[in-house]
């Protein structure tokens, strides 16, 4: 699967974010949990891949059936609304 440069960075902002779980990732972008893994280990530095991954690494939010919540998701009052890959203003 070859993908541009633009979903290499949404699929990399959304590995970061600790709310989306790799599901979310794996919906809009059709990659597996191993495949985003595989992917942050290719497209990152050493050093911030170590990061990643220790912080993703059993992190319940990362993973929809450790989540402690079944409906809705939190959401910070600031946040902007995200529909369909682009930012919407408020």
Do not use: Y
């Amino acid at each position: 699967m070859s993908l541009e440069l633009k979903d290499i960075d949404r699929i990399i902002e959304m590995a970061w974010e600790d709310r989306t779980p790799f599901d979310a990732i794996t919906f809009q972008f059709n990659l597996k949990e191993q495949e985003v893994i595989n992917l942050m280990r290719r497209e990152l530095k050493p050093s911030s891949f170590r990061l990643w991954r220790a912080r993703v690494q059993g992190r319940a939010t990362k993973h929809s059936k450790k989540r402690t919540f079944d409906e809705g998701r939190f959401k910070c009052s600031r946040q902007r609304t995200i529909t369909n890959n682009s930012i919407s203003k408020r």
